[in-house]
């Protein structure tokens, strides 16, 4: 069963670049690219750094802390034994960025942030 969430307008994510939205208490990267629009959460493991605020290339996001890629399809951590990153389907509808959040986990307490949806 899927649960598709209205996070944002497509033109909101200029291409090759990734915004940050939340969604149901979490934070989550929302990215354009050649490929089309993908989301993860917008924390990389290794050191907590805001994966929407990376550099993205083909289907990798770079993560501004320390350049750990991430694969946005899988939510691997290239060439590290690293907890992967949750990846939500997206797709766009009428010029709006939508998320499937059935996956989303229980959310002990919720992100603080003025832009919040869902």
């Known amino acids: 069963m899927s ?4 996070v944002c307008a497509a033109d909101d994510v200029p291409r090759l670049e990734g915004r940050r939205v939340v969604v149901a ?8 690219t050649e490929q089309g629009f ?12 805001p994966l929407s605020d990376g550099d993205v290339a083909a289907t990798t996001v770079s993560c501004p802390l320390h350049a750990r890629k991430i694969e946005l399809k899988s939510g691997c951590v290239g060439n590290d034994d690293l907890s992967r990153v949750l990846t939500l389907p997206a797709t766009v ?14 959310l002990e307490e919720p992100a603080e942030d003025d832009e919040a949806v869902a």
């Open 25 to 32: 208490g979490f934070h989550i990267a929302v990215f354009h």
């Open 38 to 49: 993908f989301a993860v959460g917008d924390v990389c493991p290794h050191m907590g750094g």
């Open 3 to 6: 649960r598709w969430v209205e």
């Open 93 to 106: 509808r009428d010029g709006k960025v939508i998320l499937d959040v059935e996956s989303l986990p229980p």
